[in-house]
T-cell receptor, first 110, second 115 residues
Framework: EDKVVQSPLSLVVHEGDTVTLNCSYE??????LLWYKQEKKAPTFLFML????IEKKSGRLSSILDKKELFSILNITATQTGDSAVYLC??????????FGGGTRVLVKP | EPEVTQTPSHQVTQMGQEVILRCVPI?????FYWYRQILGQKVEFLVS????????KSEIFDDQFSVERPDGSNFTLKIRSTKLEDSAMYFC?????????????FGDGTRLSIL
């Protein structure tokens, strides 16, 4: 059975801090790893990673994948209160479905 | 920016009744999905749909569930004879090409409450 584990479960930081979120996985026939941000409703797509060691960046967010050690990290630098959300990691393997982790809840205090 | 839209945002139904959840995927997308998230739990895959047929389904997606694309824009999830444990947030998603090469984009969800 495919498994995706995220850590920590939650964290509280102050504006300006840097956060690092972790995602480890065990799947058969790995194809891609995706990060989503979930505020009140829809998971919003952030990154899709398919190759090891290539960092993807979007503004203050960045992510990298290690296919040998089977994990990914999502970094958020200079955090803002608007970064408060649940961050979801999902893995696409053989077939069409995504397998999600339990999420990391981030609270950024002013 | 194009988005996936879902209606209704909240549905309250008596146990045993049938419900239909509606989704309008992004217009040029070809692959469609339903996921659910029970309160406090992970997002779980239910079914994927391509070329007017189910391409993959999970163990959750039993005979109680069905999907349909009744016209060129809508994608529906029907739940027959609802149970209390069907209470969850149901998300529709779509992607424009082979799903493992393109991200899935999610709608805001329908919160289904079974009484």
């Amino acid at each position: 059975e495919d498994k995706v584990v995220q850590s920590p479960l939650s964290l509280v930081v102050h504006e300006g801090d840097t956060v690092t979120l972790n995602c480890s996985y065990e799947v058969t026939n790995f194809r891609s790893l995706l990060w989503y941000k979930q505020e009140k409703k829809a998971p919003t797509f952030l990154f899709m990673l398919t190759s090891s060691g290539i960092e993807k960046k979007s503004g203050r967010l960045s992510s990298i994948l290690d296919k040998k050690e089977l994990f990914s990290i999502l970094n958020i630098t200079a955090t803002q209160t608007g970064d408060s959300a649940v961050y979801l990691c999902a893995v696409g393997a053989a077939g069409n479905k995504l397998t999600f982790g339990g999420g990391t809840r981030v609270l950024v205090k002013p | 920016e194009p988005e996936v839209t879902q209606t209704p945002s909240h549905q309250v139904t008596q146990m045993g009744q049938e419900v239909i959840l509606r989704c309008v995927p992004i217009s040029n997308h070809l692959y469609f999905y339903w996921y659910r998230q029970i309160l406090g739990q992970k997002v779980e895959f239910l079914v994927s749909f391509y070329n007017n047929e189910i391409s993959e389904k999970s163990e959750i997606f039993d005979d109680q569930f069905s999907v349909e694309r009744p016209d060129g824009s809508n994608f529906t999830l029907k739940i027959r004879s609802t149970k209390l444990e069907d209470s969850a947030m149901y998300f529709c998603a779509s992607s424009d090409r082979q799903p493992l090469n393109q991200p899935q984009h999610f709608g805001d969800g329908t919160r289904l409450s079974i009484l």
